[in-house]
């Protein structure tokens, strides 16, 4: 592992694998991506003139099954990136022990500057020059950052034309009218609550003693902050790209939520009675919010935002990584040092990749759930690998993220070894 992002993942397993007794064969296996794949997608522009745009999609490891990853579109998407978030599904996969391996994929966009007819483009294109490396048994794609039901859908249904099938096991996280499940669009911050309702305790803290931070607003930002502020905790800071909003007596989500979806910034809150009901809410930058001094905090942006030059200024008591990559080893290690618990990522935010699963069994069964059914199943998933990861936590005395790996890693090495030996020697 030569970059950064990366290489700084890979702490993460070589932490771990200090808890393990995996077998060399394995541990090899694990430490590179199985096959990256990086395409140009040529676009027709609505002006006329052609754009080509980077994508990428990277196959972490599969031994556990076909790879399972969302796809993002964002400016600063890079290989490093999308082979990082691969290798965080993979171990995600395995901690929930769904039959997947990990995988990711990504665009270097702003899918904000593009309009709807661009995108669609883009991402039929996408589709295009990925089309013989993904498949429903081979490695499934879904949404991540700036990417969405519509795109899937579009995905999905460009997949299938070129296979000239309908392909709807390819692709999950699509609309309901695609064979979308019920529940997908709100699992990854579902699956993060479960998790927070079954930690949340343990500290002997009630939802309305507890003040919360949560930064990003999108799909799994807004949804956790909505989800926790009918629960009765106080989500006091949330923000997005733009910057953060803060109130000491709590903001009321679901009136920002409103204000949010009308494609506005959260910081340009104003309030009049029809818009909002926050008084004396103050305007803070995303780095002043991971740094307010609350119970709860809850990264659900991008990678990277606790790293060395933060960490020590972190005053939150218990952090749920929504995002994924927040934090990076070596802000880990201040954080433990103050203290501070971390709920990991491949952990937290299982939640969206476990309803896939569902809607990849679904969509292979042609039998589909209510939204109570998927619930109750996404539920009783988060409730019993929360359980068991705190329990390696605790009798090893060792944190959450390492337990959470090592977990996964029992579970991947069990996979590479009952593979055998014969796959590494060439030509037999
Ligand atoms: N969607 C899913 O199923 C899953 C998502 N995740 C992870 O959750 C995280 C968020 O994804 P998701 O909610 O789906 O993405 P969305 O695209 O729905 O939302 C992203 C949010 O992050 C905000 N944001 C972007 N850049 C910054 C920044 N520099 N500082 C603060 N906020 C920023 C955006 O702001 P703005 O609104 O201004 O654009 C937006 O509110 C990612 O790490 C993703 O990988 C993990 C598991 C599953
Ligand atoms: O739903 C999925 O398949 C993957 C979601 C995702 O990209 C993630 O968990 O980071």
Same mark, same amino acid.
């Given at each position: ?6 290489a700084?993942a890979?702490?993460?397993?070589e ?6 007794s ?5 541990? $090899?296996? +694990?430490k590179? !991506?199985?096959a990256?794949?990086?395409v140009? /997608?040529? #676009?027709?522009?609505?002006?006329? =003139?052609?754009?080509?745009f980077?994508g ?29 978030l691969?290798?965080?599904m993979?171990?995600?996969c $395995?901690? +929930?022990?769904? !039959?997947?391996?990990g995988?990711k994929g990504? /665009?270097? #966009?702003?899918p904000?500057?593009? =309009? ?10 996408y589709?295009d020059?990925?089309a013989?490396?993904?498949?429903a048994d081979v490695d499934i794609?879904?949404?991540?950052v ?5 795109i899937?859908?579009w995905?999905?249904?460009?997949y299938?034309i070129?296979?000239r ?6 692709v999950?996280?699509?609309p ?5 499940s019920l ?11 479960f998790a927070?309702e079954?930690i949340?305790?343990?500290?002997d ?8 931070a949560?930064q990003?607003?999108?799909n ?8 926790l502020f009918?629960?009765g905790y ?6 997005d790209?733009?910057g953060?909003?803060y ?8 009136k ?9 910034s ?6 009049d009675?029809t818009?909002?009901s ?15 001094d609350v119970?709860?905090l809850i ?9 060395e030059?933060n960490a020590s ?10 995002a994924?990559?927040?934090?990076t080893s ?18 937290i ?14 969509n292979?069964n ?12 996404l539920r009783?998933?988060?409730v019993?690998e ?18 959470a790996?090592?977990h ?8 590479l ?12």
């Amino acid at each position: 592992m030569s970059n950064s992002l990366l290489a700084d993942a890979g702490q993460r397993l070589e932490q771990a694998l200090k808890y393990t007794s995996l077998s060399e064969d394995a541990i $090899a296996s +694990l430490k590179y !991506p199985k096959a990256s794949l990086a395409v140009s /997608i040529p #676009v027709r522009m609505d002006d006329g =003139s052609l754009s080509v745009f980077q994508g990428y999609r990277v196959r972490y490891d599969d031994s556990r099954g076909p790879g399972k990853g969302g796809v993002r579109y964002h400016p600063s998407v890079t290989l490093d990136e999308v082979q990082s978030l691969a290798f965080w599904m993979t171990f995600k996969c $395995a901690a +929930l022990n769904l !039959p997947f391996g990990g995988a990711k994929g990504g /665009i270097t #966009v702003n899918p904000k500057a593009l =309009s709807r007819l661009e995108l669609e483009r883009l991402s039929r294109g996408y589709i295009d020059a990925i089309a013989d490396f993904i498949g429903a048994d081979v490695d499934i794609l879904a949404p991540d950052v700036y990417t969405n039901s519509m795109i899937m859908g579009w995905m999905m249904d460009q997949y299938s034309i070129i296979q000239r099938r309908s392909s709807p096991g390819v692709v999950t996280g699509k609309p309901i009218a695609m064979g979308g499940s019920l529940g997908r669009e709100s699992a990854t911050a579902m699956g993060a609550f479960f998790a927070i309702e079954t930690i949340v305790p343990k500290f002997d803290r009630r939802p309305q003693d507890t003040t919360v931070a949560v930064q990003g607003f999108g799909n799994a930002g807004a949804t956790i902050a909505e989800l926790l502020f009918h629960a009765g905790y106080n989500v006091v800071a949330v923000s997005d790209s733009q910057g953060a909003i803060y109130a000491q007596s709590g903001l009321d989500i679901p009136k920002i939520r409103q204000f949010k979806n009308n494609a506005r910034s959260i910081k340009d809150i104003y309030c009049d009675d029809t818009v909002c009901s926050i008084t004396n809410h103050d305007v803070l930058s995303n780095e002043e919010l991971l740094t307010l001094d609350v119970d709860i905090l809850i990264p659900a942006a991008l990678e990277n935002q606790i790293t060395e030059a933060n960490a020590s200024q972190i005053k939150a008591r218990l952090i749920f990584e929504v995002a994924n990559g927040p934090i990076t080893s070596t802000a880990d290690q201040t954080l433990e040092q103050n203290g501070i618990y971390v709920f990991p990522d491949i952990l937290i935010n299982a939640g969206g990749v476990t309803v896939s699963y569902f809607e990849w069994v679904q969509n292979r069964n042609g039998m589909y759930w209510t939204l109570d059914e998927v619930n109750q199943r996404l539920r009783r998933k988060m409730v019993e690998e929360t359980e068991r990861i705190w329990a390696i936590a605790q009798s090893r005395f060792i944190p959450m993220r390492t337990a959470a790996y090592v977990h996964a890693l029992e579970r991947l090495g069990e996979a590479l070894d009952a593979k055998g030996t014969r796959r590494y020697y060439n030509g037999h």
